[in-house]
């Protein structure tokens, strides 16, 4: 078995990877070992962990992870509320499309680090977009009529679910709360992805699914 090194921007990815990728890619012989990155390291005391809000935080513990060894190293952070001072945040809107805009942000991740043995992954447009895959995740942990209408209306706009959209009452998340205000992120988010079953999720999210071609390759 290969072992990969992933790093995570919360507990939900890190829940995710467990949960859902690893099965997936274990048969491929590909095992993926997550870490949350740290938001804030304190010599001698405690680290806080989750969360991103500089790309300083990213910077660190890609390093570290790439110099320290030789395997392969991924990333597993969200496109919706990537802060200014990524890289290539602020030249993204030169590109037309959600799927150029976020190629360009990650090749400028992998240009910034300059490691080749890293595989940067941006997710178009953050992680619930991967929950609109399928209404099976929805009627799982739903049971109102209306509610699940109003998701499924969601799942007919959009042929492609990563293309739901960023903004601040319209990014995947924040239409998951509209409907269901008790929506819990860890649990339910994984839970959702894993009824909706990841077949599902590769065939429906070009982006995602090329991720994981180059994860099977490596």
Known sequence: MKQLLILVEGQTEEAFVKEV???YLNPYGKHLNPTII???IIRGGKNYKGGLTNYGQVRRDLFRLVQQNSLTVTT???YYGLPNDFPG???R???PSNQQRVSHIEQSLLDDIGSRNLIP???LHEFESLLFTSMEGFQYCCQNPAQLEMFQRIIDEFSNPEDIN???TTAPSKRILSILPNYEKPFQGCMISL???IENTLERCPHFADWMQKLIAC
């Open 121 to 123: 992954y941006i997710q």
């Open 166 to 168: 960023d903004g601040l």
């Open 195 to 197: 009824v909706n079953r």
């Open 38 to 40: 740290n938001t804030k």
């Open 76 to 78: 597993f952070f969200d």
């Open 89 to 91: 945040v602020i030249t």
């Open 93 to 95: 809107d030169n590109f």
């Open 21 to 23: 990728l690893n099965p």
